[in-house]
């Protein structure tokens, strides 16, 4: 079975920044692409960011256009998000999700989610 793991998060102060990883393991898995999602108390799920790991295209929330930076890993099938001028509203769970190669699920689904890592960010 694919595990997918977070880290990074952490406690920093409104415009700190974070650098979260997402590894991959387990299997002969190679990622077409991962993404990135979030989950705030008493909110639901939203998306974040998304790179693919053919082309390197990225997409990313409005929210965090011009903060976060997505980039890949493609031997170790690993990303890292680069988040800067972090903001209050930031705070979140963040998942972290691959789809694998040849995956016949919908284009914009994953197969596996990691189990979150937390981002506090205070005022």
């Known amino acids: 079975q694919v595990q997918v793991e977070e880290s990074g998060g952490g406690l920093v102060q409104a415009g700190d920044s974070l650098r979260l990883s997402c590894a991959t393991s387990?299997?002969?898995?190679?990622?077409?692409?991962m993404g990135w999602y979030r989950q705030a108390p008493g909110k639901e799920r939203e998306f974040v960011a998304r790179?693919?790991?053919?082309?390197?295209?990225?997409n990313y929330a409005d929210y965090v256009q011009g903060r976060f930076a997505l980039s890949r890993d493609r031997v170790e099938n690993k990303v890292y998000l680069q988040m800067n001028s972090l903001k209050p509203e930031d705070t979140a769970v963040y998942y972290c999700?691959?789809?694998?190669?040849?995956?016949?699920?919908?284009?914009?689904?994953?197969?596996?989610w990691g189990q979150g890592t937390q981002v506090t960010v205070s005022s």
């Open positions: 387990g299997g002969t898995f190679s990622a077409s692409a």
């Open positions: 790179i693919s790991f053919t082309s390197g295209i990225t």
């Open positions: 999700a691959a789809r694998r190669s040849g995956s016949n699920i919908g284009v914009y689904d994953y197969d596996y």
